[in-house]
């Protein structure tokens, strides 16, 4: 089996978030035989009153999929990595409606957490993109 790094990883996450939902079990399927275990979830409201809704969306499809395992250390690696992507996102979205993907993917100790969101602002509509990685302990 390949080794990958965490750019490597990141690039899985990024994939996972920017996925339509056809696309999305190829994509868990084709990663899942590489060794990178993947997940993406739906996101959207008012970014500043779902960050912590983003967090547990994240934390709950990482323990579903056994992406993590369910204890402090890999819980705290997951709620970092999103935090560090919504930060990134934050400024261009504050008070704003957002929809879009999170997108997870790990391999060994490589964790990423990438976040894709369409920002409505009345017919006008921008496009962000966060990212987030930690190093948690292989399961």
């Known amino acids: 089996m390949k080794e990958y790094n965490s750019v490597d990883v990141a690039k899985a996450s990024v994939e996972m978030a920017i996925s339509s939902r056809s696309e999305e079990e190829k994509l868990i399927e084709s990663f899942k035989e590489n060794g990178i275990l993947t997940v993406a979830v739906d996101i959207g409201g008012n970014i500043t009153s779902s960050i912590p809704k983003i967090i547990e969306r994240a934390l709950v499809a ?18 970092g990595a999103t935090r560090e992507a919504i930060i990134q996102i934050l400024s261009k979205a504050n008070g704003l409606n957002v929809g879009g993907k999170i997108g997870i993917a790990r391999f060994d100790e490589h964790l990423s957490v990438c976040i894709f969101l369409s920002i409505g602002l009345l017919h006008l509509n921008e496009v962000v993109i966060g990212l987030g990685h930690r190093s948690i302990p292989k399961l």
Not at 62 to 79: E, F, L, N, Q, W
């Open 62 to 79: 990482s323990k579903r999929t056994g992406i993590i395992k369910d204890c402090h250390v890999h819980d705290g690696a997951v709620a």
